[in-house]
């Protein structure tokens, strides 16, 4: 069993930036990045692997980056030039191998609110 637990959300204007972090209480091979708008389905964001292999979905490409400090089993999301559609729950997940859909990741976070006004 893997316990992940997310920090660092919060209200910001548009345009500004915030970092998650997700602390994992065991070594997994992926680690990613959901979040879940009301009335909407949970999206993936972001996926790093072990190897630091990185993926992004479109609408965050070039303003999200994800990263991963192995030494302390931290995984971040940094959000820069953060838009009114950004806001949701962001979910830290992680899973033995790499996915887009949510329904294959075996460990959660309880997740964290980014709401970003303006």
């Known amino acids: 069993q893997v316990q992940l637990v997310e920090s660092g959300g919060g209200s910001v204007q548009a345009g500004g930036s915030l970092r998650l972090s997700c602390t994992a209480s065991?070594?997994?091979?992926?680690m990613a990045w959901f979040r879940q708008a009301p009335g909407k389905e949970r999206e993936r964001v972001a996926t790093i692997t072990r190897l630091g292999t990185t993926g992004y979905a479109d609408s965050v490409e070039g303003r999200f980056t994800i990263s991963k400090d192995n030494a302390k089993e931290t995984l971040y999301l940094e959000m820069n030039s953060l838009e009114p559609e950004d806001t949701a729950m962001y979910y830290c997940?992680?899973?033995?191998?790499?996915?887009?859909?949510?329904?294959?990741?075996?460990?959660w976070g309880q997740g964290t609110q980014v709401t970003v006004s303006g």
């Open positions: 065991a070594d997994v091979y992926c």
């Open positions: 997940a992680a899973n033995t191998y790499s996915s887009l859909r949510p329904q294959a990741y075996r460990y």
